[in-house]
């Protein structure tokens, strides 16, 4: 009986240590000229409330990238989310007061493509096409 209990342990720990795999989340937005050195200097020192709502809503390996295409520049956001309920964490960090402080300061440099801007956001949503695990 000692050992079948023991044997259900082991099992059950080693189901719990088992981490489910990360759903990936990538968007695009446009970056305003006259404002990418603002933009830059704040996430090279991003504010660590910021950070820590980002752990907190379960976001790891998240990334921003910039690129300019035809004197245009474009900013690529990439973030791994380990959590079970996306939508709800989102809103957690959006209702966030140091969050929404940092996004006073990050949205007016960012240039919306028309489809997000027609639902009032700063980011576009992107298609996965292709992963290499």
């Known amino acids: 009986m000692k050992t079948a209990l023991c044997l259900l342990f082991a099992v059950l720990l080693a189901g719990?240590?088992?981490?489910?795999?990360?759903?990936?989340?990538?968007?695009?937005?446009g970056l305003k000229?006259?404002?990418?050195a603002r933009y830059e200097g704040l996430h090279a020192?991003?504010?660590?409330g910021v950070n820590k709502m980002i752990k907190e809503c379960h976001i790891q390996n998240f990334s921003i990238h910039e690129r300019e295409i035809n004197g245009?520049?474009?900013l690529f956001a990439y973030l791994e989310y380990t959590g079970k309920d996306f939508d709800a964490d989102m809103?957690?960090?959006a209702a966030?007061?140091?969050t929404q402080r940092w996004w006073r300061e990050t949205d007016p440099c960012q240039s919306p493509f028309p489809d997000a801007a027609a639902?009032?956001?700063?980011?576009s949503d992107t298609k996965e096409v292709y992963f290499l695990p």
Do not use: V
Not at 16 to 29: E, G
Not at 33 to 36: E, G, L, M, P
């Open 16 to 29: 719990c240590a088992t981490p489910t795999a990360p759903q990936r989340y990538a968007w695009i937005t």
């Open 33 to 36: 000229t006259d404002q990418a």
């Open 45 to 48: 020192h991003p504010w660590p």
């Open 72 to 74: 245009r520049l474009y």
């Open 91 to 93: 809103k957690r960090m």
């Open 96 to 98: 966030d007061p140091e």
């Open 119 to 123: 639902k009032g956001k700063i980011w």
